[in-house]
C-alpha cells in the first residue's frame, strides 16, 4: 500500500492531498511553511512512520520505530495534541487555510486504511510537494524574503 500526502505551500496555509494507491481520500491544512523555524512550520517533507492510536481519533506520526512522535493526523474538535505540526484533513478546501468537514474526512481516512489493510496497524506516510505546484513554493518563498 502506498500512502502519499502531497502538498501546495502558501504563504499562511499549507494545503494537501492524501492518496491511497493513487486515489485520493481526503485534502488536509497545516501550519505554513516557515524557513528556518521547523517548529511552528509544517512536516518536513519526507517518510513517517503512521500509527493508529486506539484511545483516541488520532493518526502518529514518527521518523522512525524507536523515535518519537513529530507529528499527528487529527479532525477539528475536542481533542487537544500538544504539537505543533498537526496535520487536519478536510474533506474540502473553500480558501487559503480554510476548510470543511474535518470529522467526515478523518473517518474516510481510517476506513480506506482498514480497507487497505485491516491487519496492520502501522503504516508508511511519504510527504512530498505536488509536482504540479511545484512554482506555488518558490513564489511563497520570493514573497518572504522581500
Not at 493513487?22 to 528556518?36: F, M, W
Not at 473553500?94 to 503504516?123: H, P, V, W
Amino acid at each position: 500500500m502506498r500512502i502519499v500526502l502531497e502538498r501546495e505551500y502558501w504563504p499562511t496555509s499549507t494545503h494537501g492531498s492524501i492518496f491511497i494507491d493513487d486515489k485520493l481520500i481526503c485534502y488536509t491544512l497545516e501550519s505554513p511553511k516557515i524557513p528556518g523555524c521547523s517548529k511552528d512550520s509544517c512536516l518536513p517533507e519526507g517518510s513517517y512512520l503512521m500509527l493508529k492510536e486506539d484511545q483516541l481519533p488520532i493518526l502518529a506520526l514518527k521518523k522512525g520505530i524507536r523515535s518519537d512522535y513529530v507529528g499527528a493526523i487529527i479532525p477539528d474538535g475536542p481533542i487537544k495534541v500538544e504539537m505543533s505540526q498537526v496535520v487536519k484533513p478536510v474533506e474540502s478546501i473553500k480558501s487559503e487555510g480554510i476548510g470543511n468537514n474535518s470529522q467526515k474526512a478523518f473517518k474516510r481516512l481510517l476506513q480506506a486504511l482498514g480497507k487497505a489493510n485491516s491487519a496492520q496497524d502501522t503504516f508508511r506516510l511519504e510527504i512530498r510537494s505536488c509536482p504540479d505546484k511545484a512554482l506555488n513554493l518558490a513564489c511563497c518563498e520570493i514573497a518572504w524574503m522581500d
